[in-house]
């Protein structure tokens, strides 16, 4: 906290700073904390939005509560979206991602050859199918996080899935949608 009221001069605005600070790390917090699914990460988004809140403060403070509230939760959205930009992050599975107890030896390796075929998907696809369907994110969650229109994203989806039945029909699984 000392760091942020050191980038403000008068006092008042320290003052209006300590309670805006106190009402909006918690929102803040779990938004960060939604996008990075990393608590360190997310404090660091959040740190981040503070100081930039601290350092456009006289333009901030003028916002109405209601613009404000909103305001302060995008700045940490977008930090975000920099930081997960930033990482050039990709989207693999986990080695040990434990899966519901298969049952059978049959089921495990059924499972085993569906995450074989998309990961070797071209990453286009692969990430859009890990965050909807492994994360289970939205599409507007993806879309944010990738940088995508809502409709672009669920395009990806949807090309995606059908990329991945046609290549489980050539591995002989018979897909049936009825």
Same mark, same amino acid.
């Given at each position: 906290?000392? +760091?942020?009221?050191?980038?403000?001069?008068?006092? #008042?605005?320290?003052? $209006?700073?300590?309670?805006? =600070?106190? &009402?909006? &790390?918690?929102?803040?917090?779990? *938004?960060?904390?939604?996008?990075? !699914?990393?608590?360190?990460?997310?404090?660091? #988004?959040?740190?981040?939005?503070?100081?930039?809140?601290?350092?456009?403060?006289?333009? /901030?403070?003028?916002?109405?509560?209601?613009?404000?509230?909103?305001?302060?939760?995008? /700045?940490?959205?977008?930090?975000?979206?920099?930081?997960?930009?930033?990482? !050039? $992050? $990709?989207?693999?599975?986990? @080695?040990?991602?434990?899966?519901?107890?298969?049952?059978?030896? @049959?089921?495990?390796?059924?499972?085993?050859?569906?995450?074989?075929?998309?990961?070797?998907?071209?990453? *286009?696809?692969?990430?859009?199918? *890990?965050?909807?369907?492994?994360?289970?994110?939205?599409? !507007?969650?993806?879309?944010?996080?990738?940088?995508?229109?809502?409709?672009?994203?669920? *395009?990806?989806?949807?090309?995606?899935?059908?990329?991945?039945?046609?290549?489980? !029909? @050539? @591995?002989? =699984?018979?897909?049936? $949608? +009825?």
């Amino acid at each position: 906290m000392l +760091t942020y009221l050191m980038l403000l001069e008068e006092d #008042a605005d320290k003052a $209006r700073f300590q309670q805006l =600070y106190e &009402r909006y &790390r918690g929102p803040m917090y779990r *938004t960060a904390l939604r996008y990075l !699914k990393d608590e360190g990460r997310a404090q660091d #988004a959040v740190h981040d939005s503070f100081v930039k809140i601290a350092l456009h403060f006289q333009k /901030i403070s003028a916002l109405s509560c209601m613009e404000m509230g909103s305001y302060i939760v995008t /700045i940490v959205e977008n930090r975000c979206i920099e930081i997960l930009r930033k990482e !050039k $992050r $990709r989207l693999d599975w986990d @080695e040990d991602w434990d899966i519901p107890a298969p049952s059978g030896a @049959e089921d495990e390796a059924g499972y085993r050859r569906l995450v074989a075929l998309v990961d070797s998907m071209p990453e *286009t696809y692969r990430e859009v199918l *890990t965050l909807r369907f492994v994360l289970e994110w939205s599409s !507007k969650e993806i879309a944010r996080t990738l940088g995508l229109s809502v409709g672009a994203v669920n *395009t990806r989806i949807s090309r995606g899935r059908a990329m991945l039945i046609q290549r489980l !029909k @050539e @591995e002989g =699984y018979d897909y049936d $949608r +009825t």
